[in-house]
């Protein structure tokens, strides 16, 4: 397979995809000012390499919540594989595992969690157990937030993922203008079966799995938080964190890690670059709680940069997907092999033996002049 990096993927996948659902996977919010600014803030971030340190090659691999990582990379949660590649999230959980990637399962697939899980597990090197987390949207039925966190600790999840970035649901004007607002026929939200949505009852459950039936609902408080923390053992995990403040108040509700983001430029346009407030948060949470960054993470230097920054560990959202559409559970994996083989490179060239050798010193501004 001929790709030379991840833009050529994206390529690769605007070319097969129906043009409505490439605008789905690539759109953001209004202006998509944030999109273009998550990309763009990496490149003003310079590298300095240090030299003759006899570092050897580096070890990438690293540990997460006690996860076990063999870089650090994970696969952010993104809806709807199935209009991306038929095989969908299976092919995405196999290519994850294979590679000892944790996959951050959206409740939003198009395959239900048990089978990702299963595809999981039959994909992990020498029987590991593979590294899957599930993203939650906290519904305001707790009944049924309740039911889908059993069925993630069942099926073998170990986090729980809540975005806490989305009381409603960003203005997608390319959506809009497609007149895309369902899934096409055929392909449902595998999760949501079962969930009696607004509108939908007099269908008595059976025609469920609608995405409509999700409710981003601005009632959601931390006392949802708190709620959860008592109703699983599993690690929190706050995405959608870029408030200092909102980072320190996660810490004292008991939080056990945030992941940086700003879902993509999908929900708030004009919110600034996740690597831009990185150190903000890193500063607010003083090393108590790892910190995750997603947003625009699309070169080895990129995961780089986000490490120096305070982060343990970094995540790809749209990457993925382009991988998917464009060759399935081979596409993704090679967008992980590409990612991989450029931070062995890049931490070799700036002299890190591993992740964790990765300081603030490398870090300049592009613009010179330098101090
Ligand atoms: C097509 C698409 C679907 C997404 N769906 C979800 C979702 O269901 N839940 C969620 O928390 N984030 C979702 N996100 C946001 C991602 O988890 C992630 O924050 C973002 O894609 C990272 O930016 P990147 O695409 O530049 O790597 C989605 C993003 C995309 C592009
Ligand atoms: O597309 C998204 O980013 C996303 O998170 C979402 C939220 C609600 C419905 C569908 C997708």
């Given at each position: 397979m001929d790709y030379a990096n991840v833009r050529s993927l994206e390529e690769a996948a605007r070319a097969v995809l129906d043009p409505v659902h490439y605008d789905y996977f690539a759109g953001g919010a209004q202006d998509e000012i944030t999109v273009a600014a998550n990309e763009a803030a990496f490149a003003r971030i310079g590298l300095v390499p240090r030299i003759l340190r006899g570092a050897a090659r580096p070890r990438l691999g690293t540990t997460v919540l006690g996860a076990e990582m063999s870089m650090p990379v994970m696969l952010s949660p993104t809806a709807f594989h199935k209009l991306a590649h038929p095989e969908a999230e299976r092919a995405t959980a196999r290519a994850a595992a294979a590679a000892g990637v944790t996959m951050i399962s959206a409740m939003l697939s198009t395959v239900a969690?048990?089978?990702?899980?299963?595809?999981?597990?039959?994909a992990a090197p020498g029987g590991a157990e593979p590294s899957l987390w599930f993203q939650l949207y906290v519904q305001p039925d707790l009944g049924f937030t309740?039911?889908?966190?059993?069925?993630?600790?069942?099926?073998?999840?170990?986090?729980l993922v809540v975005t806490v970035d989305s009381p409603a649901l960003g203005r997608h004007e390319r959506n809009d203008r497609n007149d895309f607002?369902?899934?096409?026929?055929?392909?449902?939200?595998?999760?949501?079966r079962e969930l009696p949505g607004e509108g939908l009852r007099d269908l008595g459950?059976?025609?469920?799995?609608?995405?409509r039936q999700v409710v981003l609902s601005p009632e959601i408080s931390w006392d949802h938080i708190a709620w959860l923390?008592?109703?699983?053992?599993?690690?929190?995990?706050?995405?959608?964190?870029l408030h200092p403040r909102d980072a320190r108040l996660a810490v004292e509700n008991g939080v056990d890690a945030l992941l940086v983001s700003n879902h993509g430029g999908r929900q708030l346009d004009t919110t600034p670059a996740t690597i831009d407030r990185l150190p903000i948060i890193a500063e607010a949470v003083q090393g108590q709680v790892p910190l995750l960054l997603d947003g625009g993470v699309r070169r080895g230097t990129d995961v780089i940069k986000a490490l120096a920054l305070g982060a343990t560990a970094?995540?790809?959202?749209?990457?993925?997907?382009?991988?998917?559409?464009?060759?399935g559970e081979a596409g993704v994996a090679r967008v992980l092999d590409l990612l991989?083989?450029?931070?062995?490179?890049?931490?070799?060239?700036?002299?890190?033996?591993?992740?964790?050798?990765?300081?603030?010193?490398?870090?300049?501004?592009?613009?010179?002049?330098?101090q």
């Open positions: 969690i048990e089978d990702i899980a299963a595809e999981a597990r039959k309740e039911a889908i966190v059993r069925r993630a600790e069942a099926a073998g999840c170990r986090a607002h369902d899934l096409p026929p055929g392909m449902r939200c595998e999760n949501l459950g059976r025609d469920s799995g609608h995405v923390r008592q109703i699983s053992d599993l690690p929190i995990v706050l995405k959608g964190v970094t995540a790809i959202g749209r990457p993925a997907v382009w991988g998917l559409a464009a060759a991989r083989n450029e931070l062995d490179n890049a931490l070799t060239l700036c002299g890190c033996a591993s992740p964790q050798d990765v300081t603030a010193e490398l870090l300049t501004t592009m613009e010179g002049p330098h």
